[in-house]
């Protein structure tokens, strides 16, 4: 390997080090900044990275971080997805659902398909929907003599789907990183994550017919003795959550608040549901503000360390070497640049976290996308960067179902009975992995699926 060779992929070099750091397990944060300083000094060494680039660093993450009113959502959305979590009002909401639903075949599966649907426009936090909807339902189905793999597919891609619903934390950094309002992909992205959940309830309620047994139902005596007592139930447990989300969301789209000001009614109207509940006191406020710092300090570190991995990969000429390589593999219409990346999403997914990949391969693939022609698809051209983005959301839910590293089989496996081997959650998520790239190519070949609401609600005028 000649010096000059050396000099010229030092961006490819740069990337290829941090999946590899990645891989044998350094934390994702130290990493990514780490190899972006290291390749700098490289880079300087060689001569091709001035030493003075450094004093840009600090100001661009203070611009671009610190001072982002989009990034002050996400402390935010978590704080009100930890209340809700804490405050047992998802609880409370499961026992709800299954009465509601105890008659239809898969029922108590569909329950928490809807309870996942719910809780992903609360919370957004995956590790905490998963392992919630674990410990709640999984031993119920069990019980109930349900498919181990029915069960644990259906727990593991439901409690993923805050991952796409907004208020989303994944959307907020995409926003960010993509330079498109976040109101913007909040409501781009509600029809598709209706549409990965009624693909879930569909395939639930058609698994259940064909194979009875795999779905029993629940007996009768599950639910209250009376309808008043059933109608007081569903009045205290399923509207405050969905009010609350009409709200967050309604005050975004109705153009009243930005998601950031949306945010803080959200944490608001989380304290007062906690408060209403009466579970709200100052052990539980302080176990949430100590959750909340702590995956806020993980979430930030990471975006602060991607931000020097960006500038300094670029600075090394990274977006140039990726152009010359989509021209000589003959990857030059817009389509085989979208359907390239797509596959290179899904395919990091079986490795890595949506974290990760949002901030490994965006900032590498955003300069080219953004100069792509979909205008005969899609419409006019500034929408085809928010049906895009969407798309990129939507194949990132498989990334924490698919092996060997999905992160919701990890979570789930630590909390599941024994008798729940990890084969029965590998072979339980193939049909949801499966489905959600059905909802991948739906929204691909029809972008109103994304782009319908975003019109209609006035965020692409």
């Known amino acids: 390997m000649s010096v000059d060779w050396l000099i010229d992929h030092l961006a490819i070099l740069m990337f290829f080090a941090l999946i590899f750091c990645l891989f044998i397990g350094f934390p994702v944060g130290f990493t990514v900044g780490g190899v972006a300083v290291l390749f700098g000094f490289l880079g300087a060494y060689f001569d091709v990275f001035s030493m003075a680039r450094w004093g840009v660093i600090m100001p661009r993450i203070y611009g671009g971080v610190v001072t982002s009113q989009v990034l002050m959502a996400i402390p935010m959305f978590i704080f009100m997805g930890v209340i809700l979590e804490r405050s047992r009002v998802a609880e409370d909401l499961l026992k709800t659902l299954q009465v509601l639903l105890r008659r239809v075949p898969g029922g108590l599966a569909m329950s928490v398909a809807a309870m996942g649907t719910i809780m992903a426009a609360t919370t957004g936090i995956v590790g905490a929907s998963v392992i919630m909807l674990t410990l709640m339902a999984l031993p119920t189905m069990l019980e109930r003599n349900y498919s181990k793999e029915l069960a644990t597919g259906t727990i593991a891609a439901s409690g993923t789907l805050g991952i796409l619903i907004p208020p989303s934390i994944m959307l907020v950094i995409l926003g960010d990183l993509v330079q498109v309002p976040v109101g913007t992909l909040f409501a781009a992205a509600v029809f598709p994550g209706l549409l ?17 047994t795999a779905a029993p139902p629940l007996p009768d005596a599950f639910a209250p003795e009376s309808q008043r007592a059933l109608l007081f139930m569903v009045l205290k447990s399923l509207v405050p959550p969905v009010v609350l989300i009409g709200v967050v969301l309604g005050s975004i789209f109705g153009g009243l608040a930005t998601p950031t000001e949306a945010s803080g009614v959200g944490c608001a109207g989380a304290l007062l549901l906690a408060a209403a509940y009466r579970r709200l006191d100052s052990k539980m406020l302080g176990d949430v503000i100590y959750q909340a710092g702590l995956t806020n300090a993980l979430v930030f570190f990471i975006i602060v360390g991607a931000t020097l991995f ?28 979208l359907i390239f990346v797509m596959i290179l999403v899904f395919i990091m997914g079986f ?6 990949i949002c901030l490994i391969v965006i900032p590498i693939f955003y300069p080219i996308l953004i100069t ?29 179902l698919t092996p060997p590293f999905g992160f919701s089989l990890f979570y789930m496996k630590g909390v599941v009975p024994p008798e729940v081997r990890m084969q029965h959650i590998y072979r339980g998520i193939i049909p949801f992995v499966m489905l959600q790239l059905t909802a991948v190519g739906l929204v691909m070949a029809f972008p109103q699926i994304a782009l319908w609401l975003p019109q209609a609600t006035g965020f692409l005028d």
């Open 196 to 212: 990965l959940s009624m693909l879930y309830l569909t395939y639930i309620g058609v698994f259940a017919r064909l194979v009875p």
């Open 310 to 337: 960006a500038y300094v990969f670029r600075a090394l000429g990274g977006d140039y070497i990726v152009e010359e390589i989509l021209v000589a593999s003959g990857i030059d219409t817009a389509w085989e640049v």
């Open 351 to 356: 490795f890595f976290d949506f974290i990760e």
């Open 372 to 400: 792509l022609d979909f205008t005969e698809h899609v419409g006019p051209a500034f929408w085809a960067m928010p049906w895009a983005t969407i798309l990129i959301a939507v194949n990132l839910q498989t990334s924490f």
